[in-house]
T-cell receptor
């Protein structure tokens, strides 16, 4: 079974530029999550999708971050414009259902450096 | 405030020695509890989880964890560490809720180094 795929693996941009990350979850997984992991900290949930609907985006900085999962499969996370403090690893995860007891499977992440 | 605390930022052990990584949580009701491992350049992998029942939980790679309600703790243990266990370990919780969002909240992690 293929795991969660993410691209690119690394990205370096200058502040005020825009950037997009792509995630393809495990086939058949209805729930998709985006996390931000700043160096030295644990991952923090940015947004949770159930199929193509948003379940929780309470911690997403909506003035600069956006995410979509139009067909309920793959997803894109965008930052526009980027700030220095957005330097982090962006992790995508998926689970078969949204219940708290369901295991989340994580992708390898995209490491973003904002200069 | 609701939180997950991993008091040890970095632990070094010798190969073959036993290991215990600490995790404490602060929530009104017992949340769902998880331990994840993150190796360099790789995504997070679930080691084990606890929802209810037997308070000693067995996981993959020879790890186990014990839930202690009185101490609000969920410590991870391994009787004999291998060099390949060197990684960062995260304790995580999902607060028990009837709402649709199940936000996995992570501690700050404990980095494990293993001396050959």
């Amino acid at each position: 079974e293929a795991g969660v795929a993410q691209s690119p693996r690394y990205k370096i941009i200058e502040k005020r530029q825009s950037v997009a990350f792509w995630c393809n979850p495990i086939s058949g997984h209805a729930t998709l999550y985006w996390y931000q992991q700043i160096l030295g900290q644990g991952p923090k949930l940015l947004i949770q999708f159930q199929n193509n609907g948003v379940v929780d985006d309470s911690q997403l900085p909506k003035d600069r971050f956006s995410a979509e999962r139009l067909k309920g499969v793959d997803s894109t996370l965008k930052i526009q414009p980027a700030k220095l403090e957005d330097s982090a690893v962006y992790l995508c995860a998926s689970s078969s259902r949204g219940g708290g007891y369901n295991e989340q499977f994580f992708g390898p992440g995209t490491r973003l450096t904002v200069l | 405030a609701q939180s997950v605390t991993q008091p040890d930022i970095h632990i070094t052990v010798s190969e073959g020695a036993s290991l215990e990584l600490r995790c404490n949580y602060s929530y009104g009701a017992t949340p769902y509890l998880f331990w994840y491992v993150q190796s360099p350049g790789q995504g997070l992998q679930l080691l084990l989880k606890y929802f209810s029942g037997d308070t000693l939980v067995q996981g993959i790679k020879g790890f186990e964890a014990e839930f202690k309600r009185s101490q609000s703790s969920f410590n991870l243990r391994k009787p004999s560490v291998h060099w390949s266990d060197a990684a960062e370990y995260f304790c995580a919780v999902v607060p028990y809720s009837g709402a649709g969002s199940y936000q996995l909240t992570f501690g700050k992690g404990t980095k494990l180094s293993v001396i050959p």
